[in-house]
């Protein structure tokens, strides 16, 4: 199918950002006879790797089913552990064909984006078990391999994280609706390579200002912590832009929102944490944009915050 202007202009830019991304964690590139071997080892893992992935995250996070009233039926192990699979196949096969992390990045992005819809249609809560059984089979595979192909192989691991916790066909489809010139995709265009600059910086920031915080993972400042802590920066972005462009909150209101109601408890990641980290957010973006251009996303921010706020949650704020 042909991407209009405006959309591919959409894709580019999350090009450049993912790219930006890979060049400042780049390390050893790897033949093809050595891909190849890499791959094949962890093809013969991969459904071993995803059973295991499936009992760490029912372990973690199944009571919730019961507490948060979701139908069960929604939750098919089977079902999922075929996505999975299917999905990490055809990654191995692209890493072994040589196929840049990059472009697999964009590749990859209709395949995940129909997955990624098949759940939050029947319920968006439900995409928690399935964005972190995929996480956890990656990190799973990534302990199966050699430890000097892990960097090279992560990226494409990141890829299928980025696609699945950030709403990016939503965003996609979005933009396609708007002008090339819009004053939201001038922006966009904007912000969406500086993303992970962004929450790297606003990370490292919530860690100088909360240095001995523990999360269910570990402390904040180690290396698993601080890697899904910028990841979830990053989706408080994707779905900025997802209400901009939408001109409403409902995307937070029945995706973002419920997942970090049900997730964050679990991982014990504290409220006043998440608005902390939104205050930054509304430093960095707003320090970006021209003040016609920071509007909308100005007041998206603010019923974020009041979202997440103690006014919402006045018995779970404060640090034990």
């Given at each position: 199918m042909p991407v209009d202007t405006k959309t591919q202009a959409f894709y580019q830019a999350w090009a450049q950002r993912y790219g930006d991304s890979i060049n400042r964690e780049a390390g050893?590139?790897?033949m093809g006879d050595e891909r190849k071997a890499v791959a094949e080892t962890l093809h013969q893992a991969l459904r071993r790797?995803?059973?295991?992935?499936?009992?760490?995250t029912e372990a973690?996070?199944?009571?919730?089913?019961?507490?948060?009233?979701?139908?069960?039926?929604?939750?098919?192990?089977?079902?999922?552990?075929q996505?999975?699979?299917?999905?990490?196949?055809?990654?191995?096969?692209?890493?072994?064909?040589?196929?840049?992390?990059?472009?697999?990045?964009?590749?990859?992005?209709?395949?995940?984006?129909?997955?990624?819809?098949?759940y939050t249609a029947q319920?968006?809560?439900?995409?928690?078990?399935?964005?972190?059984?995929?996480?956890?089979?990656?990190?799973?595979?990534?302990?199966?391999?050699?430890?000097?192909?892990q960097p090279d192989l992560e990226r494409y691991f990141?890829?299928?994280?980025?696609?699945?916790?950030?709403?990016?066909?939503?965003?996609?489809?979005?933009?396609?609706?708007?002008?090339?010139?819009?004053?939201?995709?001038?922006?966009?265009?904007?912000?969406?390579?500086a993303s992970s600059a962004i929450a790297y910086k606003v990370v490292t920031q919530v860690l100088t200002a909360f240095p001995h915080y523990h999360s269910w993972s570990g402390p904040l400042d180690s290396a698993l912590v601080q890697a899904s802590s910028v990841r979830d920066v990053e989706m408080f972005q994707a779905y900025l832009w997802v209400c901009v462009l939408e001109g409403n909150a409902i995307?937070?209101?029945?995706?973002?929102?419920?997942?970090?109601?049900?997730?964050?408890?679990?991982l014990n990641v504290r409220w006043e944490l998440v608005n902390y980290m939104l205050l930054l957010l509304e430093h960095e973006l707003g320090r970006r944009l021209e003040p016609s251009q920071w509007k909308?996303?100005?007041?998206?921010?603010?019923?974020?915050?009041?979202?997440?706020?103690?006014?919402?949650?006045?018995?779970?704020?404060?640090?034990?």
């Open positions: 050893p590139r790897f790797v995803s059973a295991e992935a499936w009992v760490k973690l996070i199944a009571k919730e089913v019961v507490r948060h009233q979701i139908n069960a039926d929604y939750i098919d192990p089977w079902s999922i552990s996505d999975v699979c299917q999905v990490y196949d055809l990654t191995l096969q692209q890493y072994a064909k040589g196929i840049q992390a990059e472009r697999f990045a964009v590749d990859i992005a209709r395949q995940i984006g129909r997955i990624r819809h098949g319920d968006p809560r439900v995409l928690g078990f399935v964005s972190m059984q995929f996480h956890y089979t990656g990190q799973l595979l990534l302990g199966c391999t050699p430890p000097h192909y990141k890829a299928i994280d980025d696609h699945l916790y950030l709403p990016l066909q939503r965003a996609y489809t979005a933009a396609a609706t708007y002008a090339y010139h819009a004053l939201e995709l001038k922006a966009l265009r904007r912000l969406i390579p995307a937070v209101q029945q995706e973002l929102f419920p997942l970090c109601v049900m997730l964050y408890p679990v909308p996303f100005k007041s998206h921010l603010e019923a974020l915050k009041g979202m997440f706020s103690a006014t919402v949650f006045p018995n779970q704020y404060g640090f034990a």
